[in-house]
C-alpha cells in the first residue's frame, strides 16, 4: 500500500460492503472531492497538476498552492487520476462516502521527465491516441472527439489528414480509394480493429462504419505495426470501434442534400453484478445522390443523376462477459445489407444494380497479466458470409433526354452482355496475439492471422448469352501472416526501440478462364511465401518532443481478382508477383500542454520509398491483365500542427509535398529500351495538398453544460496530371481545387443532445479527384443526437 | 518526280545533320512535317495517347514534346494538312489539328457526336464534307471539315443484328459509293453473323444496301482504315478479322466485292487463318493487324501470331506480333526480318520510300523500315519514339 495516500483503508473495506448492500440509496446523494498535491520530496505543492474522475468525467487542475476541488461527485468508488509533467502518475481508488472527502497527495518525480500529463477533459480514448502516437511508426491519429458528432462521413475527415487523399469517384456510397503518401487503393490497407477489410467487391468500405462506434483512427504512414495482420505497402488505416463499459443510448439523425439520410441508434445495457455488457445497434444509411453534374463528355449538357441511390443497413448485436476465467469473453453478431445503382457518366444508364447481404459471427478472448502480469493474450475469429448479385440485363440502352434504343450489347448496359451474378463468400478468420512483458525494458508480441475463404460464382445468364462458361468458376484463398515483435527502451526510456518480422504466406487456387484457350481451363494456384520486417526508434529529447525513425520491407499480396481476371476480357495472370516497397520515414513531434486546456501540437516528417513490382493493368488489344511493371522512388514531407491559441480558438494546418517518379530505366523485359518515362512524375497523384481549420469553442452560451463550437475548414489540392507530363501541350489536367467548410455544433446538457448543422464545399467549387468522375458540389447537413450516459454502473 | 525530290530532301537533310550536329535527339523545328505518329504511354494504367509528327525519317528520334495529348488509342485521320482524332471509347468527340510550318499541331476546330456514340473512322471526301462513322449509335455522320459543322446523318440502325448498332467502322469512298464495313458484333469482341458491308450510294439519296458473305464474320479491322480498300483493278476488298480467334471455326480473310458488282465476289476468299506460313511458330496466324495495300496486290500488315503467346498472356513479354508481306492475288503469306512486336504498336504503313512498322521490340521502341527492293528489314528503329508507336501516317 503506497503510504502516501492518506486514507483510512478499513474504513474503505467496510464502506465498500456497505455500498454494496445499499448500492441504490448511495447513489442518490452527492459528494465533495477536495485535496492538495505536493511533490513528495519538497513536499511543496504542485500548480496545474491534473486530477480527474474518468468515470464521470470531471476533472480539474490545481491551483498555485497545489489545491483542487470537484463537486457533485455521487457517492461510490471512483478511479482518481493525478498527474504532472514531469511526475509520475498516480491512480488510486477513492470513496466519495460524505459531503466532503479530502485528500493529501504526494506525486514522485519521473526519473525521466518523462511521465504523461493527465489532462482534465482528455477523455481516456485521446490518451489512448496519445500512446499510440508514441509508438515507433509515424501515425496520425483522429479521436472520437473529431469524428462522433460531425455530420460528415468518415472520408470527409480522413481526406482532411496530412499525406492523405481520399479519391472519390461520385456521391455518398460510391466508390473510393484512399491514398496515403503517394500510394493507394489496394496498397493501403484497411482494417477494424485490426482485421483487414477486404469484401470481393468492395461492398463494405471504411465510409460504411458509423461515426458513432469509432473511438479512434490511426493512420499510420510508412511502417505498419506488426499487429495489424495484413499485407500492404506501409501505409494502412485502422478503424478502432468504441467501447464503453456503462450503459448508454445513442441516437441520431442526420439529413443532407440529395435526399441522403443516416439514421444510428445504439443501445447499451451494463450488468455489473454479472459482469455483463449487452448491445446493439442498428444503421441505416441512404441516399438518392441525385446532384446536378456537367458531362465530362458533351458539351454545355448538365444532367441531373437519377440512378445512383445507395442504401445500407447495418445491424449488430454483442454481448460481453466480464466475470469467467477470461478477463473478457464476446460474442457478436452483424448483419449488413447494401443496395446499389449504378450512374452513367458517358452514357445514361438505368438499369444496373448490385446487392451485398453480409453476415459476421464473431467471438473474442482475451486474459491479461497471466505469469506474474507479464503476459496477456487475446483470440479473435470470425466466420464471415457474403453473397452480392450484380444485376444488368436491361434491353434498352438509354439516351440522356429517356429515349430508348435497343442495348448496344444484345442485352445489358455494361460490359460485353447481360449479367444476373450470385456470388457466394464464407470466410473464416481467426487472430490471435500475445503480449510478454519480460520486464519493464523489454517486451514481446506475437501475432497471428489466419483467414481461408472460398469463393463461387454464378451467372448462368452471362454464361449462355456467351455461349461458353465464363464466369461459374470458385476459388479459394488460404493466407497467413505471422508477426513478430520486440521492443526495447533504454537510456532511462528516452529511447524505445522496436523490431518486427513478418512472414506472409498466401495460396490463392482458382482457374485459368483465358479465352484464348478453347474447352474447359485448368485449375491453377499461385503461392506466395514472403518474409517482411520493419524496424524503428523514438527519442524523447524532452518529454514533449521526439524523434521518430522507421524503416520496412513491405508486401503487397496479388489480390484473387489480380490473378484470375474476370473471365472475360481480363485475362488471368497467375505468375504474378507480390508488390514490395522499402519504407524509410523520420519525423519530429512535439507535443505539449502549455496551459490547461490548451495545448500545441507539432509534427513534421519525411519520407523516401523504393517501391518496385508494382501491378497494373496492360494490354493494348481487346483483351488486359495484370501485370508486375512499375518501379517508382516516392519522396516527400509533411507537416501538422494543431495549436489551442487560447482557450477557445484552435487552428491547425497541414500540408504534404511528395514526389512519386517513374525509376524504370528500361521497358521491362529489356536491358537496353529506354523507357519513354523514366524519372518522369507518375501521373494522377497530387504533388502538393494542403489543409487547415480554425474552431472556436466555448461553454455555457445557452445554460449550463452547453457547449459551442464552430468550424471553419478550408482545403487545397495543387492542380496535377492525369497522364505523364510529357508535352508542352499536355491538357489531360485534374484542376487545382480549393474548398472551404463550415461547421456549427451546438450540445446541450453535457452532450446529451447535440446539433449539429455543416455547409460542404461553401463555394460550390468544382472539385474532382477521378478522371471524369463529377462529384457533388455544395452540400447542406444537419444532424441531431442524443446521448444518454449512465456512468455509474461499470462492469 | 516526286519519289526523286523526296530523296534528294532526304540524303541533303542526312548530310546536314551529319556533318552539323552531334546531337541526334534534336527535333527540327521549322518547315511542315510529313509524318505522323500516335505513341502511347503505357507505363501506369491510365494509358494516355500522343498525336504528333516528325519530319522526316533522318530524324533518329522522336519525342511528344510538341504534341498533343489525347485518349488511348485513338483513330486518326489525315487530309491535306488537317489530321482528324477520335477518341475510341473514351470520348464522343472529333477533334481536328492542323500541321503547321512550325512543325506542330495546333487544335483547329471539333465537334462533339451523340452521347457514347463512339466515333470511329472519319473520312474526308473534301474541304467541306466528311464522314465520320459511329460505332455505337449505328449512324454516320456527315460533316463540313472545315467548319467542322455537322451537316446530315445516314441511320444504319436497321441493319443491327442482335442489338441496336451494327457497328459500322472503316469505311470506303469509290465511285460516289461509301462502303462501311460493319462489324455486327454483340458483346465487343466477337461477332456470330456473316461479314457484312453496307453500300450507301451517295448519289441516290443516300440509300443503303446490305452485303454479307457467310465465309467470314466481322468485317474490317475496326481501327484500321487500310483493312477496306480497292485495288487498280477497280475491285474492292475487305479484311474480316472474324471475332479475332475467339470464335472457334470462324475464319479469317479477304473478301472481294469485284468491280461494278454489288455481291460479294463467290469465288474469291483469301482464308488467312488457316494458310501454311513457313517461318513462324505454329504456321499460322490468328488475324492480320493494320493492313496497309502497297498496290499490284501486295499489302504489308502486322499480324498476330498466337502460338508465341504464353498461357495466360503475357501482354509486355509476349511479341506476338509479327511484320508481314500478304500477296492477295496468290494468296500467300510472308513473314518479313524485323522484330516481332507487342500488342503496344504493330502498326504498319507503305510509303513510296519503303514500308513502316511501329514495332515495340525487344530491341528498341520505334519505326522500323522494310526495303520491298531487297527484302531488307531495319535491325533497329530507324527512328525511335518515345512511348509505343500505334499509328504511322504520311501527309
Not at chain 1, 172 to 179: D, E, L, M
Amino acid at each position: 500500500m503506497n503510504p502516501n495516500f492518506k486514507i483510512n483503508y478499513t474504513k474503505l473495506l467496510l464502506l465498500s460492503v456497505l455500498w454494496l448492500i445499499h448500492n441504490n440509496s448511495a447513489h442518490s446523494q452527492n459528494g465533495v472531492l477536495k485535496g492538495i498535491i505536493k511533490d513528495h520530496s519538497s513536499k511543496q505543492p504542485l500548480g496545474f497538476a491534473a486530477v480527474s474522475i474518468k468515470a464521470l468525467d470531471k476533472g480539474a487542475y490545481t491551483d498555485s498552492r497545489g489545491s483542487f476541488i470537484l463537486e457533485n461527485i455521487p457517492y461510490g468508488e471512483y478511479e482518481l487520476i493525478i498527474s504532472n509533467v514531469g511526475y509520475q502518475t498516480k491512480k488510486l481508488n477513492t470513496w466519495i462516502d460524505q459531503p466532503i472527502t479530502t485528500l493529501e497527495v504526494f506525486l514522485e518525480e519521473s526519473l525521466k521527465n518523462l511521465e504523461e500529463v493527465t489532462v482534465f477533459g482528455e477523455s481516456e480514448e485521446i490518451q489512448e491516441a496519445r500512446e499510440v502516437m508514441q509508438q515507433v511508426m509515424p501515425v496520425t491519429v483522429l479521436t472520437s472527439k473529431d469524428i462522433e458528432n460531425r455530420a460528415s462521413n468518415l472520408n470527409e475527415l480522413l481526406t482532411r489528414q496530412a499525406g492523405v487523399q481520399i479519391r472519390q469517384s461520385g456521391g455518398f456510397g460510391s466508390s473510393a480509394t484512399i491514398s496515403v503518401r503517394g500510394l493507394e487503393g489496394k496498397r493501403v490497407q484497411v482494417y477494424i480493429d485490426g482485421n483487414p477489410v477486404n469484401t470481393p467487391d468492395g461492398s463494405f468500405g471504411i465510409n460504411d462504419i458509423p461515426l458513432q462506434l469509432i473511438e479512434r483512427v490511426e493512420i499510420y504512414k510508412g511502417t505498419i505495426p506488426a499487429y495489424l495482420g495484413g499485407d500492404g505497402l506501409g501505409s494502412a488505416v485502422n478503424v478502432v470501434t468504441k467501447h464503453r463499459d456503462y450503459s448508454y443510448i445513442d441516437a441520431s439523425i442526420a439529413r443532407q442534400s440529395f435526399n441522403t439520410t443516416n439514421l444510428g441508434l445504439i443501445l447499451k445495457k451494463v450488468f455489473p453484478k454479472q459482469g455483463i455488457e449487452a448491445g446493439v445497434g442498428v444503421f441505416d444509411n441512404r441516399s438518392d445522390n441525385d446532384y446536378v453534374m456537367q458531362s465530362p463528355f458533351q458539351e454545355d449538357l448538365e444532367i441531373k443523376r437519377d440512378h445512383d441511390k445507395f442504401h445500407n443497413l447495418l445491424v449488430g448485436a454483442s454481448v460481453r462477459f466480464h466475470r469467467l476465467w477470461f478477463d473478457e469473453v464476446e460474442v457478436e453478431f452483424a448483419r449488413n445489407d447494401a443496395a446499389k445503382e449504378f450512374q452513367g457518366i458517358q452514357r445514361n444508364i438505368q438499369h444496373v444494380e448490385s446487392t451485398a447481404k453480409t453476415t459476421v459471427f464473431a467471438g473474442k478472448l482475451e486474459k491479461t497479466n497471466l505469469l506474474n502480469g507479464k503476459l496477456d493474450f487475446k483470440v479473435n475469429a470470425l466466420r464471415v458470409g457474403i453473397k452480392s448479385t450484380f444485376n444488368d440485363t436491361s434491353s434498352y440502352a438509354y439516351n440522356w433526354d429517356g429515349s430508348k434504343i435497343p442495348s448496344l450489347i444484345g442485352r445489358g448496359e455494361l460490359g460485353i452482355g447481360p449479367n444476373l451474378s450470385k456470388t457466394v463468400q464464407n470466410e473464416i478468420r481467426t487472430w490471435t496475439n500475445v503480449h510478454y512483458r519480460a520486464n519493464h525494458f523489454l517486451s514481446f508480441n506475437l501475432n497471428y492471422n489466419f483467414r481461408t475463404s472460398h469463393f463461387d460464382p454464378e451467372d448462368s445468364l452471362g454464361n449462355a448469352y456467351a455461349e461458353r462458361n465464363i464466369y461459374n468458376y470458385d476459388g479459394n484463398l488460404k493466407s497467413s501472416i505471422l508477426g513478430f515483435t520486440s521492443e526495447v527502451k533504454l537510456l532511462e526510456e528516452r529511447l524505445l526501440i522496436s523490431a518486427a518480422l513478418k512472414h506472409y504466406y498466401n495460396l490463392v487456387t482458382g482457374y485459368n478462364t483465358n479465352l484464348y484457350v478453347q474447352g474447359e481451363p485448368d485449375r491453377v494456384s499461385n503461392k506466395t511465401n514472403k518474409i517482411g520486417y520493419n524496424i524503428g526508434l523514438r527519442y524523447n529529447f524532452t518529454h514533449s518532443l521526439f524523434l521518430k525513425a522507421s524503416h520496412e520491407y513491405a508486401i503487397r499480396l496479388p489480390l484473387p481478382a489480380e490473378l484470375f481476371g474476370d473471365g472475360a476480357l481480363i485475362t488471368p495472370s497467375i505468375n504474378l508477383n507480390p508488390e514490395e516497397a522499402y519504407n524509410y520515414t523520420a519525423g519530429l513531434v512535439y507535443d505539449r500542454y502549455y496551459q490547461p486546456q490548451r495545448r500545441v501540437q507539432l509534427e513534421a516528417n519525411v519520407f523516401y520509398m523504393d517501391v518496385d513490382h508494382l501491378i497494373q493493368l496492360a494490354g493494348a488489344g481487346l483483351t488486359t491483365g495484370y501485370i508486375n511493371y512499375a518501379h517508382a522512388h516516392i519522396s516527400g514531407m509533411d507537416v501538422d500542427g494543431k495549436i489551442d491559441l487560447t482557450n477557445h480558438f484552435f487552428l491547425s494546418l497541414n500540408a504534404t509535398l511528395q514526389s512519386v517518379k517513374d525509376v524504370n530505366k528500361f521497358i521491362p523485359g529489356t536491358n537496353h529500351v529506354s523507357n519513354p518515362t523514366y524519372d518522369k512524375e507518375i501521373p494522377n497523384i497530387p504533388k502538393f495538398f494542403s489543409n487547415w481549420n480554425v474552431e472556436y469553442h466555448h461553454d455555457d452560451w445557452f445554460g449550463g453544460n452547453s457547449n459551442t463550437r464552430i468550424i471553419y475548414e478550408g482545403s487545397y489540392v495543387q492542380q496535377y496530371n492525369y497522364g505523364f507530363e510529357l508535352s508542352e501541350n499536355d491538357n489531360f489536367v485534374i484542376p487545382a481545387a480549393l474548398s472551404h467548410n463550415l461547421i456549427i455544433e451546438q450540445s446541450f446538457f453535457n452532450q446529451k443532445f447535440t446539433i449539429t448543422g455543416q455547409v460542404q464545399n461553401l463555394t460550390n467549387a468544382v472539385v474532382i479527384n477521378n478522371w471524369n468522375q463529377p462529384l457533388p458540389g455544395r452540400s447542406f447537413r444537419i444532424k441531431l443526437r442524443y446521448l444518454l450516459l449512465d456512468r455509474k454502473a461499470k462492469v | 518526280m516526286k519519289n526523286l525530290t523526296s530523296k534528294l530532301f532526304t540524303a541533303l537533310v542526312t548530310v546536314c545533320l551529319m556533318s552539323c550536329s552531334d546531337d541526334d535527339n534534336i527535333e527540327p523545328t521549322e518547315g511542315k512535317h510529313d509524318f505522323l505518329v500516335v505513341t502511347n504511354i503505357t507505363s501506369t494504367t491510365n494509358v494516355t495517347s500522343y498525336v504528333g509528327t516528325f519530319k522526316d525519317l533522318t530524324v533518329g528520334s522522336y519525342t511528344n514534346q510538341v504534341a498533343q495529348q489525347t485518349t488511348s488509342y485513338p483513330f486518326v485521320s489525315i487530309f491535306g494538312d488537317d489530321v482528324f482524332v477520335t477518341q475510341n471509347r473514351e470520348g464522343d468527340q472529333v477533334v481536328k489539328y492542323t500541321r503547321s510550318e512550325e512543325g506542330t499541331l495546333s487544335e483547329t476546330g471539333r465537334i462533339t457526336m451523340s452521347a457514347d456514340s463512339q466515333p470511329m473512322h472519319v473520312l474526308v471526301e473534301s474541304d467541306s464534307k466528311a464522314f465520320c462513322s459511329l460505332y455505337n449509335a449505328g449512324e454516320i455522320v456527315i460533316f463540313n471539315p472545315t467548319t467542322m459543322t455537322m451537316t446530315e446523318s445516314i441511320d444504319l440502325t436497321a441493319f443491327a443484328k442482335g442489338d441496336g448498332s451494327p457497328d459500322p467502322g472503316v469505311m470506303l469512298l469509290h465511285e460516289d459509293m461509301l462502303y462501311v464495313a460493319v462489324s455486327q458484333t454483340t458483346d465487343t469482341y466477337t461477332s456470330s453473323h456473316p461479314a457484312e458491308i453496307l453500300r450507301i450510294d451517295l448519289s441516290s439519296g443516300n440509300s443503303v444496301t446490305s452485303i454479307t458473305d457467310d465465309r467470314a464474320t466481322y468485317a474490317g479491322n475496326v481501327d484500321t482504315p487500310g483493312s477496306l480498300f480497292v485495288d487498280e483493278e477497280g475491285d474492292v476488298y475487305v479484311y474480316c478479322v472474324s471475332s479475332y480467334g475467339f470464335f472457334p471455326g470462324q475464319k479469317a480473310g479477304f473478301l472481294r466485292i469485284k468491280n461494278g458488282e454489288s455481291v460479294f465476289d463467290e469465288t474469291y476468299f483469301f482464308n488467312t487463318s488457316d494458310l501454311n506460313i513457313v517461318g513462324i511458330e505454329g504456321n499460322h496466324i490468328d488475324y492480320l493487324h493494320r493492313p496497309d495495300y502497297a498496290g499490284n496486290g501486295i499489302i504489308y500488315s502486322t499480324g498476330n501470331v498466337y502460338a508465341l503467346a504464353s498461357n495466360p498472356p503475357d501482354y509486355i513479354n509476349d511479341r506476338t506480333f509479327g511484320n508481314f508481306k500478304v500477296d492477295i492475288y496468290n494468296q500467300t503469306i510472308e513473314v518479313l526480318d524485323i522484330p516481332f512486336s507487342n500488342g503496344y504498336s504493330a502498326s504498319s504503313l507503305v510509303t513510296e520510300d519503303g514500308v513502316l512498322f511501329g514495332v515495340s521490340s525487344t530491341d528498341g521502341v520505334g519505326i522500323y523500315e522494310y526495303d520491298p527492293a531487297t527484302g531488307q528489314g531495319s535491325e533497329a528503329p530507324i527512328v525511335t519514339t518515345q512511348g509505343d508507336p500505334s499509328t504511322i501516317l504520311k501527309f
